[in-house]
């Protein structure tokens, strides 16, 4: 039976319950499920508790991410591989689904390279940051999860990777799961978050996206706004690795993955 | 190959790098380890950082706990599968081991009974506490462990358990220990902590016992001060679940485990 991989977004109101319930409900008809998670509103919240500032950096050509500094990086680890996986893997042990929570670091799921030297624009100019602990994925252990998998258990997984100094790493969820799911030989890759999926005039939600096909890929990542950037660029990262769909869909209503492989949300969609 | 189980100490003075060695060296030469970890020393520092009080719980019989309240519940969790567990996963995949991190919550691992009112001294004078978020450990899923032996992978466990309810418990990591040492037969339980060993006359380290045989087992609970109540407790719970012989011994030192293996500590043996 083919995996299906799902991301559940990690910003404010992503709804893990009902994430949760279809997860469950799907392992319980028989379809594998490994579900990767983000982290973003548990690691501010912890960070905010602690006292330490949070900071984004934007890319020269837009994209946006945490600035993880040794300091955050202690926090996130703990809200990543502590808090949400954890909260996501007791959610789904209620529901009856044998979840196991691991984070990229375990048994080398996810091996990332440190990005030592990021180039960031701050009020229109570029800096170096040479601190920041954020990789650049590079490979899943897939053996890992279909060892979990064929002995019945549902793997969640934090994003964080192992780099070459054997540090952790702040990873994209989005990327993670993308590479996830392309180790995997899935099918489908499901991205849920807090907007109805890519739209052609954010917030404009009448302006959804509702296909983009390969010829389409170019136009699609001009258009996303965001943190969508990189959603898009996840899909196109899992299509180049073999996946035949993404979706982009709503997480903030009720049966969201059912609703996505149902047809909601924006299919990105392979030429295989 | 019979499973060795180590536990390595939560507190402050624990040298989590000298055990990790030991580990990745047995590991290496063939022996499975399961390593389990306390996290007391990271989960006051966290709380302290985010401005959570840290308090002990005394019971009537002198055993001392961490009052787990919903707050102090969330930053324990952090502490344990996040930061402890990972920054212990990352050394040993730098040495070359490859862990795997769990908690007692994945894949059902660790199952515990909250103690929904917990008897406590306080002055003198007894309380009730009804808010507490501690576990009895009840079983261990040797299932999912044997899994990840069998497929040459090092499993290291953070101190959670699954209540009833799907919650996330903080569960004694000695008792863990021993729970998870009788779950997988094994010979011999190791448990690694800031102390020599049982001592005699507390703290004078010169009055360390060097065994401790099944008729000593009362003596040895009444002459455990602090902390080493626990241990001791988790020592004769290992026993009766069938392990031939418990070690506490000193991880402030070079071959914490070796040297434990070697002799050194306080051996409690069985009968068989």
Same mark, same amino acid.
């Given at each position: 039976?083919? $995996?299906? *991989?799902?991301?559940?977004?990690?910003?404010? %109101?992503?709804?893990?319950?009902?994430?949760?319930?279809?997860?469950?409900?799907?392992?319980?008809?028989?379809?594998?499920?490994?579900?990767?998670?983000? $982290?973003?509103?548990?690691?501010?919240?912890?960070?905010?508790?602690?006292?330490?500032? *949070?900071? /984004?950096?934007?890319?020269?050509?837009?994209?946006?991410?945490?600035?993880?500094?040794?300091?955050?990086?202690?926090?996130?680890? =703990?809200?990543?591989? !502590? /808090?949400?996986?954890?909260?996501?893997?007791?959610?789904?042990?209620?529901?009856?689904?044998?979840?196991? %929570?691991?984070?990229?670091?375990?048994?080398?799921?996810?091996?990332?390279?440190?990005?030592?030297?990021?180039?960031?624009?701050?009020? !229109?100019? /570029?800096?170096?940051?040479?601190?920041?602990?954020?990789?650049?994925?590079?490979?899943?252990? =897939? !053996?890992?999860?279909?060892?979990?998998?064929?002995?019945?258990?549902?793997?969640?997984?934090?994003?964080?990777?192992?780099?070459?100094?054997?540090?952790?790493?702040?990873?994209? !969820?989005?990327?993670?799961?993308?590479?996830?799911?392309?180790?995997?030989?899935?099918?489908?890759?499901?991205?849920?978050?807090?907007?109805?999926?890519?739209?052609?005039?954010?917030?404009?939600?009448?302006?959804? *996206?509702?296909?983009? $096909?390969?010829?389409?890929?170019?136009? =699609?990542? /001009?258009?996303?706004?965001?943190?969508?950037?990189?959603?898009?660029?996840?899909?196109?990262?899992?299509?180049?690795?073999? *996946?035949?769909?993404?979706?982009?869909?709503?997480?903030?209503?009720?049966?969201?993955?059912?609703?996505?492989?149902?047809?909601?949300?924006?299919?990105?969609?392979?030429?295989?």
């Amino acid at each position: 039976m083919n $995996t299906l *991989v799902v991301k559940a977004g990690g910003g404010a %109101g992503v709804d893990l319950d009902a994430i949760c319930q279809d997860v469950a409900a799907l392992v319980g008809e028989g379809t594998p499920v490994v579900l990767v998670h983000g $982290t973003s509103a548990a690691a501010d919240a912890l960070a905010a508790r602690a006292g330490v500032p *949070v900071r /984004q950096l934007t890319s020269p050509s837009g994209h946006v991410s945490r600035y993880t500094d040794p300091e955050t990086l202690q926090l996130y680890v =703990a809200a990543a591989a !502590g /808090q949400v996986n954890k909260q996501l893997v007791a959610i789904l042990q209620g529901l009856g689904c044998n979840a196991v %929570g691991l984070s990229g670091v375990d048994g080398r799921l996810l091996l990332a390279q440190r990005k030592t030297a990021v180039r960031a624009v701050e009020n !229109g100019r /570029q800096r170096i940051i040479r601190d920041d602990y954020t990789g650049k994925l590079e490979t899943a252990n =897939a !053996g890992l999860l279909a060892l979990l998998l064929g002995a019945g258990y549902t793997p969640v997984i934090a994003p964080l990777a192992l780099g070459a100094e054997s540090e952790c790493l702040n990873v994209d !969820g989005d990327r993670a799961a993308a590479l996830v799911a392309s180790s995997l030989e899935a099918a489908t890759l499901v991205i849920l978050s807090n907007v109805a999926g890519l739209l052609a005039n954010f917030p404009d939600e009448s302006s959804l *996206v509702r296909c983009v $096909t390969p010829g389409g890929m170019d136009a =699609a990542e /001009q258009m996303a706004a965001g943190r969508m950037k990189k959603k898009v660029l996840a899909a196109r990262e899992a299509l180049a690795g073999g *996946v035949h769909q993404v979706i982009l869909a709503d997480s903030r209503r009720f049966a969201p993955i059912r609703s996505a492989l149902a047809g909601e949300g924006t299919w990105i969609v392979s030429s295989q």
